[in-house]
């Protein structure tokens, strides 16, 4: 089977390194060092990053080849980010957060996994998100935090009813 492609921003990646992400942030990264998931990062994590401390700006580079497809905030995705700001999802401050989305959206990810419950994990946003996107031609977008990924039947909190 062919590995999911999960967009995952700054938040993800820094994640790795806060006690109360870190879990989660962790085993997305474990998989994508396994070929179960790809990591979808776009130019503007990578430039993000470059603020990061240098132990978060290791993590990235130290994933196998093939566990990270970068991916460029074109004008597609420009242009889809100015969307959903001038639609108000976001204020102009966070035009960041809208490329994160865009971008991950015109790259046709899979997912996104987010830490970011203000701007991207919200569903209101995430309705908001996708009436964009169909009215310009995308695909919906499913977005979830790294705790709602879970790639293993035997590690489901909750059983089937």
């Known amino acids: 089977m062919k590995p999911l492609r999960v967009y995952v921003d700054t ?3 820094g994640g790795c ?3 109360e992400y ?7 990264l474990e998989w994508a060092r396994e ?4 990591l979808v990062v776009s130019d503007v994590v990578v430039r993000e990053l470059i603020a990061a401390p240098e132990e978060v700006r290791a993590i990235l580079p130290s994933l196998p080849a093939g566990a990270v497809e970068y991916v460029t905030a074109d004008e597609k995705a420009v242009n889809l980010a100015s969307a959903y700001l001038h639609a108000a999802i976001l204020p102009d401050a966070s035009r960041d957060d809208a490329v994160h989305v865009a971008a991950a959206t015109v790259a046709g990810a899979d997912a996104i996994c ?3 419950f203000r701007h991207i994990v919200r569903l209101d946003k995430i309705k908001a998100y996708n009436e964009i996107n169909r009215a310009n031609g995308y695909g ?3 977005i979830v935090s790294p705790r709602e990924v879970n790639l293993n039947e035997d590690d489901a909190d909750e059983k089937d009813v």
Do not use: F, H, K, Q
Request: charged fraction near 25%.
């Open 35 to 38: 070929g179960r998931i790809v």
């Open 17 to 19: 390194l806060d006690e």
């Open 140 to 142: 919906e977008v499913t």
């Open 11 to 13: 938040s993800v990646i």
């Open 114 to 116: 987010s830490w970011n």
């Open 22 to 28: 870190a879990v989660p942030s962790r085993r997305m």
